[in-house]
């Protein structure tokens, strides 16, 4: 399973998770505060820095992730200039670019293990209310192992519709797709409970 | 105990493949992605609380920086988008189409269907709208009509399949729906 873990190590990759998610929260807090366009624009040049600082490459895959935002910036451009009020969208778009680059430089830098460790020692406090951090880190790595899982399933269930049937699969399909999913959670529960449970 | 585990994973696992298949050409070629499908399954066929862990569970891998949203999107960043107040609202989504699974009578097809367009629409709509327009600082109303007119007919379609498929799933074997137990 792939993530977004960048494979272009940089020092960002040796600070501890921790770390960088306790400023990463300082930091988008700062943003929100935030209301001049100029200093905005100041943090979001530190933030190209910050990527510049692991090598081109790295630079041109995180602006690769923030592909996904170019329609609302286009939306809040147009609707702001269409308001009269052009300085509120700049500050806007700033701020947006300035904090999604920020979050994605975090999950680049942060290997996937490092950052569910995090999360479950995070999730400790739940404890009280009956969430022992190991079913937690149970519950994770079930979905990620049955993630290829059900994906070749949905192929299988599609081919042997197509070899039935010359028309499309449609929503069809969903039925037997669920219905596994149904099925393997009773069949891991058992597992899981023949193998002394899910603590 | 372990049941509970195991049905909250594997339909976050499910979610995710939903939004990861390209797409569902549904009938006359109507490409929709199936995420927000895959969160009213999780209200209507797990119930409340159960479906709404499911969906907490696959947001919180998200966060943690694997790409299942549709589109292939993930990480922390996710969150800092416009499209936040549809994230936070998925969970609740579901719990509501779960609640409402639970409480009525109504037969289990119908149910669905009307338990989808008020979690998934009614609720997801409230929660991404003021998400929108705080991120944006386009006005509520502005940003209620272009949800409606970017998301509301695919939307709409979902809710009916969710409908279907949970109707089937009650046919083919009653016991698998847990909302209904």
Known sequence: ?199 | MERNLTHIALFAALIAVLGLIPKIDLAGGVPITAQSLGVMLCGTVLGARRGALAVLLFLVLVAAGLPLLSGGRGGIGVFATPSVGFLLGFPVAAFVAGWVMERTTLPPGMAAWAAATIGGIGVLYAFGIIGIAYMTGVSVREASLGAALAFLPGDAIKTVIAGLVTQNLARMRPTSLLSRA
Request: aromatic share 8%.
């Open chain 1, 1 to 199: 399973m792939l993530t977004l873990t960048s494979p272009v190590e940089t020092w960002a990759h040796r600070v501890r998770a921790g770390v960088k998610l306790a400023l990463l929260a300082v930091a988008t807090t700062g943003l929100f505060v935030l209301g001049s366009p100029l200093a905005l624009a100041a943090v979001l040049g530190v933030i190209v820095g910050l990527y510049l600082s692991g090598g081109t490459d790295f630079a041109i895959a995180g602006l690769r992730l923030l592909r996904p935002l170019w329609p609302f910036v286009l939306i809040v451009a147009l609707w702001h200039l269409w308001t009269g009020n052009p300085v509120g969208g700049l500050v806007v778009i700033l701020r947006m670019l300035a904090a999604v680059g920020l979050a994605n430089f975090v999950t680049m830098t942060t290997r996937l293990s490092d950052m569910v460790t995090i999360f479950q020692r995070l999730a400790r406090p739940l404890q009280v209310f009956g969430l022992p951090p190991r079913r937690l880190a149970l519950a994770f790595a079930l979905v990620i192992r049955f993630l290829p899982v059900m994906l070749d399933r949905m192929e299988q269930i599609g081919a042997s519709w197509r070899a039935r049937s010359p028309r499309r699969p449609g929503w069809r399909v969903l039925v037997p797709a669920t219905l596994a999913a149904l099925d393997d959670a009773d069949r891991v529960a058992e597992a899981l409970r023949a193998r002394g449970g899910a603590g």
